[in-house]
Every structure is written in C-alpha cells, then in structure tokens.
C-alpha cells in the first residue's frame, strides 16, 4: 500500500480550505490520562512532523489536550506552517487531573481558551474552531455567540461542534454555518449515525473521534483478506461510509502513525463494506 494520506482523497472544509481525508488527531502526543507532558517530548514532535510527511494536512488537537501540551507540541514541531496545513482546534472543556473532563461553556472562558491556542499556536488565525461540548449549565446561543463575535474580528476563519446532536447542531446553524461536527462514531458506536447522514446532505465536514474500535468478525475477516491490520480495515470502512468523512486517527507512535495513513490505499469491496456496516 502506498504510504500517503493523499491516496483518501479530498475534501473541503468550510468551501475554501482543501486537505486530504485523512488526519491526525493530537490527542495521544500527551501524556497518560491526556494530561501533561508525554514520555518524550522530542519523539512526540517527530510524531507530528512524520505524519505531514506523509501527507496529513489536516491535524486536530484542543486546549484541554494536556492541557495546553498538544497545542505547544504542534507549533514547536511544525511552525512555521506549511501553506496547505490546516490546523483544527477546540475549547470548552477545562482540566482538573488526568482522565477529568469538565464542561466551560462560558462566554468568558471561551475567549480566554481561544486567545490561549492562537499564542500556543502561534497563529493570528485559527482555520477551524470547535466548540468541544454543549455546557449544560450554559446556553448554546450563548456559547458560540461569543465564537461569532470572534469570527467576526478575524480570530477565526471556520467554526465547527463536537459532541453535538442533531437538535444541538440546528441550533447552531442558526447562529453561524458550522462546517464541521466531531462525534463519537466507529464501527461499533453508530450513535450518530443519523449525524453522518446530515453531514451527507448538508455538506459539512464529521470528523470522527475514538475512530479505531471494531473488534467483530467481519473487520478481522477483511483484514485477512487483505493482509492488514483490524484498525487498517476500521479506517479504510470509514472512509467508505461517507465522503463527508474525515477520520483523525491519533496516536504517539510512529508505527502506528504509518499504519494508519497506509489505510488511506486500502480500497474495501461493497461486500466487506456491506459486512461491517452490518
């Protein structure tokens, strides 16, 4: 298999911004429980610049990611950026220990959040902004009022959700077009399935999250057919599910780096679709 994320394809994010259907999520280039610095700071960053190599223009991390860790890793690898590299970033969660996840939906917070990626990232602009999750304490409109008021002044180009539902997501659409949703989805947790079907007919960008998980007998009998990995076959399904699919496989691994960008050659037949998809 040619070693290219180029071999998924192209998609477009907000009309204007082309990057290649697979990518790399910046999560696991952390420490354990997501929180801190990793083992090795200087493998983390050959991670990251491996995986443009191959390809990967379009890389997905958040504050919450350490916190602040991802996000200092990134500009320290790659800055200055290349041209077609499109870096994806998210706020609304804060961090209290490893694994602990609360929600900050607050105006105030969001703009601190913000402020702090553009200088980890050293960016004057981030090209896609994600709100990480509904607060339930706060409303939406509320929440990514203060986005668009931050759009509006240059600070972001496109605005995206995650952990949204489809009720959430037409809320959202009423205040701005949200080009992007990232959502827990894989060949076992189809809970937002009727959210990639959205995404079909709605031409946004669903950005997978936990993409790799799918230990049934279909995905294992494919890989043998192949001669590939399990998590090979999940992205390659994916993939196939939908165009509007942008898988973000992460990992600290330069191994598993290059065997999850191999999966973007790996072309399964309607059947094996048909299999795992069930």
Do not use: C
């Not at 290219?4 to 477009?12: Q, R, S, V």
């Not at 959430?168 to 937002?192: F, H, K």
């Not at 939908?242 to 072309?267: F, K």
């Amino acid at each position: 298999m040619t070693l290219n994320a180029a071999e998924a394809g192209t998609i477009d994010v907000g009309g204007d911004l082309t990057v290649n259907r697979l990518g790399f999520g910046a999560m696991r280039i952390t420490g354990a429980g997501i929180w801190g610095d990793p083992p090795d700071r200087e493998v983390a960053k050959s991670v990251l610049r491996r995986a443009v190599e191959l390809g990967v223009n379009f890389i997905d991390t958040a504050d919450s990611y350490g916190p602040n860790v991802s996000e200092e890793l990134i500009a320290e690898a790659l800055y200055p950026y290349a041209d077609d590299l499109v870096i994806a970033t998210k706020g609304g969660l804060t961090r209290t220990g490893p694994g602990v996840w609360p929600s900050d939906g607050t105006p105030e917070h969001l703009v601190k959040a913000l402020d702090g990626s553009l200088k980890r990232l050293k960016l004057e602009q981030i090209p896609l902004y994600q709100f990480h999750r509904p607060d339930p304490n706060v409303p939406i409109e509320e929440s990514l009022g203060v986005l668009v008021e931050a759009k509006n002044a240059g600070k972001i180009r496109h605005i995206g959700v995650s952990n949204f539902d489809e009720t959430q997501i037409a809320i959202a659409q009423g205040l701005t077009p949200v080009v992007s949703v990232q959502n827990r989805y894989n060949v076992e947790d189809r809970s937002s399935e009727t959210v990639v079907d959205l995404a079909e007919q709605e031409q946004f960008v669903f950005l997978p999250w936990a993409p790799i998980s799918g230990d049934i007998a279909a995905v294992k009998d494919a890989a043998v057919n192949h001669g590939v990995s399990p998590r090979q076959v999940v992205l390659a399904w994916l993939l196939a599910r939908s165009p509007q699919i942008l898988p973000i496989p992460g990992t600290g691994s330069i191994e598993h780096l290059e065997e999850n960008i191999a999966a973007a050659s790996l072309r399964l037949s309607p059947a094996e679709v048909a299999a795992i998809t069930g």
